[in-house]
């Protein structure tokens, strides 16, 4: 039985359940049991048209289940409105799942749940193992957030910006039982390339896949944190950069610049220089006042702070600082890098142990404390 | 998406409220605040935000490395101990303030007569992983 093959039929014969009037709920239910009866029945029967086989399949569950509880008229109209048998166009239902998993009535964490289940086709266990809760509590939020999006009808396109914020935070999270989210996100984000012609989604596909080539160097084979200037760049997905490249930069050829397409495009720098000390900090300073102006937050100014400090020098860096709260996350981290190569060691290594204080994650803090000892060693002789 | 651990105390937290022991709860009452601790969970785990949930005993051992060929140093339990920890609950929500709201709502638990015992919850974040780095 061909898991995979399964997996991305997944949607679409959801798509076309959902788009012939079945409640999201109930065609999820009835494309699961047509999944079932597809690894009994395959094995000894392989179909000519597997995706038109588990349409007809699940079409056939829903209505039965819909006679279980509908009334008759509601079913006729249904038996009425079934196309006839044939290929289907697949990439639109696609589509529409996506929208709706990505319904802004439903909060991030269901979002990427149904999302990872409804068009990503991975188990309820599949995704509790990724995200570390019990399988009952996942399947508790999938069912909610089917729940909620019950009433959504398939007559409006969606908000493109949510299903692709949706997408990115599937990619930031690290965690992994037996899926690897990050892949997971990049094989979603290229179907929904696939699927539509929009800029931005060109914008994340290349982001994605531009910090997902340079994973390998990220982390030292103990879990440390590795500092970008000191990654190995021989470990890096070249191939993936490439690829992420000539998307990024068919995406800017279209002038209609968007939030992903910049940081992508300061990703690409990143990516394109053989060595740190080429990286082309002038032209990343500029991507960023970019960025400023076009999705302002505090976050982007601390990280156009970091790039002036290496353009323009640590006092530069510090004076883009000096505006900023310092009570943003990773303000008390860049601010010890730049007083560090503004020669003052004693401020820096203070700095740095208060960012591990205030670390979000282990590799993080664990990193930061380091540099604090090691300032702090060198400070005694 | 974000892990937090709700922390209960035995002892070292600010005074809540009504600060009658357990002990001198009625039955009724003792009852009632299980079951609300119970729907608590139970109400998480239908929303998705449930993770675990333990209870632990008053009483701990410190232990300790006794050196080369020897057993474990023991020692306590340290009666004094000024923090002891009565339970955990840990929960997977989606931001920093639905946390505190759930906390407050755990806090609200039945005590002595029925009231809400308005007792002190430590709030902790869990480490994630490493998140996308932004360079």
Known sequence: MDEALLRSLTPGVLGILVRRGADFAAAEDAVQDALVEAVRVWPADPPRDPKGWLVTVAWRRFLDATRADASRRRREDLVDEEPPPGPAPSADDTLQLYFLCAHPSLTPSSAVALTLRAVGGLTTRQIAEAYLVPEATMAQRISRAKRTVSGVRFDRPGDVATVLRVLYLVFNEGYSGDVDLAAEAVRLTRQLAAAIDHPEVSGLLALILLHHARRAGRTAPDGSLVPLAEQDRGLWDMRAIAEGVVILQSALARDRLGAFQVQAAIAALHADALTAEETDWVQIVEWYDEL???????????NRAVAVGEADGPRAGLAALASLDPALPRHAAVAAHLHERDGDPRTAARLYAE??????????????????????????? | MAKYLLLKHYRGAPAPVDGTPMDQWTQEEISAHLRYMNDFAARLEKSGEFVDSQALAPEGTWVQYGGEGRPPVTDGPFAETKDLIAGWMVIDVDSYERAVELAGELSAAPGAGGKPIHEWLELRPFYGVQPTVTE
Do not use: K, W
């Open chain 1, 355 to 381: 960012a591990a204080r205030t670390a979000s994650n282990l590799a993080e803090r664990d990193h930061l404390t380091r540099q604090a000892a090691r300032l702090n060693a060198l400070l005694r002789g």
């Open chain 1, 292 to 302: 400023v102006r076009i999705a302002d937050s505090p976050v982007v100014r601390l």
